[in-house]
């Protein structure tokens, strides 16, 4: 192999490694207080828009990648996640909102690229803590129409497919 | 000498910079771990998203704009506290205290409210409202160069729990 080769893969591998360690800060984070993962992609994400609305669609076409984990009590208790918010701001993440005292909880921090970005954070869905991890770029300018238009049923909510009333549909209980 | 006067101007540059948001980083600080009062920070990061996003129609044009030259929010609110007209009082006298110029005042039995504003050169750089009653008690800090005629739009769209109250202020004022 020649030097610019080598020189060229070492470069490729600077590149690439930032890349992985951005989604590992969380995976290792999580390793220990998961209760449930959650992946999706474009196309999954636009399976939970069960009303088809333009808008969720304009939101989620260009988000290449969302993992949601599901924390576990301790996580909420302790506040072990501010640990991991840390070790993201020492890469260069920034903080874009934060929301949390009482029962609310929303914290979103993002890292910027050319045309896309990265966002981790952490919010509390019916007293549970998530964390997610997100890449690629939202369409946030649609984001106030979307809550216009969106009435209670038209998502698919994904958190609720394994509760015990399996089989029925989450909206019409 | 130069040297003596750069350093008196800098510094008051740097009092200048430390007194904008003094009252909102106060009270964030002071309920910082009280669980009864919610607190909300968005920083300038997320309102330059809006700022590099296309508008589609006449509507997102005018909240991009709207939005696009705001530099931070800051809130501290609770809505279950017993002292909420007295917090209110307090509030409202730190904020006359460092200086802010009082824009509105709605005074009602129920729920009192206060705009004020931090000019400079005629451009309005922070507002903060102040609303207080019941149970209910919100004290808000909007940074950035502010165009009062797009805070209710502002307030309409962001959606966000507590900034309903921003709107009443374009609607009052009619």
Redesign the interface.
């Given at each position: 192999m020649t030097k610019s080769k080598i020189l060229i893969l070492l470069f490729l591998m600077g590149l690439l490694q930032p890349l992985w360690a951005q989604q590992e800060i969380i995976s290792q984070y999580t390793d220990s207080v998961k209760t449930r993962t959650y992946c999706l992609y474009p196309s999954t994400l636009r399976m939970l828009d069960l009303s088809e609305n333009h808008e969720f669609y304009d939101v989620v076409n260009n988000i290449e990648k969302l993992v949601i984990y599901s924390l576990d009590s301790t996580a909420g208790a302790d506040k072990s996640y501010l640990q991991m918010i840390k070790a993201y701001q020492e890469i260069g993440f920034e903080e874009y909102m934060a929301m949390y005292g009482g029962s609310n909880l929303f914290l979103l921090y993002g890292l910027e690229e050319s045309t896309t970005g990265t966002f981790i954070g952490v919010y509390q869905q019916d007293n549970q803590p998530q964390a997610f991890y997100l890449k690629g770029a939202i369409g946030w300018n649609k984001i106030p129409e979307l809550f216009e238009k969106f009435q209670e049923g038209d998502l698919l909510n994904i958190f609720q497919l394994n509760n015990k009333k399996r089989g029925q549909n989450p909206h019409h209980q | 000498m130069k040297k003596g006067i750069f350093f008196i101007v800098l510094a008051f540059l740097s009092a200048g910079v430390f007194a904008q948001g003094e009252v909102i980083t106060s009270y964030f600080n002071k309920?910082a771990d009280?669980?009864?009062?919610?607190?909300?920070?968005?920083?300038s990061?997320?309102f330059s998203?809006?700022t590099e996003?296309e508008?589609?129609t006449e509507?997102?044009q005018e909240?991009?704009e709207a939005v696009s030259k705001l530099k931070g929010l800051k809130m501290v609110m609770a809505d279950s506290i017993a002292d909420a007209k007295a917090l209110y009082k307090k509030a409202t006298a730190d904020v006359n205290k460092a200086g802010y110029a009082e824009l509105m005042t709605v005074a009602d039995p129920d729920q009192s409210m206060l705009f004020s504003i931090k000019e400079n050169n005629g451009i309005i750089e922070e507002l903060v409202m102040v609303v207080g009653g019941g149970n209910k008690f919100v004290l808000l800090s909007l940074y950035g160069e502010i165009d009062l005629k797009n805070i209710s739009r502002i307030a309409r769209?962001?959606?966000v729990q507590g900034l309903e109250d921003l709107g009443r202020m374009h609607h009052d004022k009619k």
């Open positions: - | 309920y009280n669980d009864a009062f919610t607190k909300v920070s968005v920083s990061k997320m998203m809006f996003m508008a589609g509507a997102e909240f991009l769209d962001m959606k």
